[in-house]
């Protein structure tokens, strides 16, 4: 399998002087500026679905007592919260 920042690499363009002489149709693969601003994308918008699940657990979780001791049950079952 193919990662996607392999691919990305793999569409870089081999002359970006040429490249952007050329009509928009015409241009092949990513400059480098354009796979830095994918990559920072990707990282932005995963962070940003990462901080709204944790915001979202910890909003619901705070809705119901019986979930959270559950909860800290099982992570001092676990060993994972000391006790």
Known sequence: GTSLIASLVASLQ???????LK???EK????R???L???V?????GSDTTATATTWFIH????HPRVQDKLKAELIENNVMGR
């Open 23 to 25: 009509s928009e149709d």
């Open 28 to 31: 092949k693969g990513l400059s």
């Open 33 to 35: 500026r354009e796979i």
């Open 14 to 20: 081999t002359d970006e002087t040429a490249e952007a």
């Open 41 to 45: 994308m990707f990282l932005m918008a």
């Open 37 to 39: 601003n994918e990559m």
């Open 60 to 63: 619901l979780i705070s809705k």
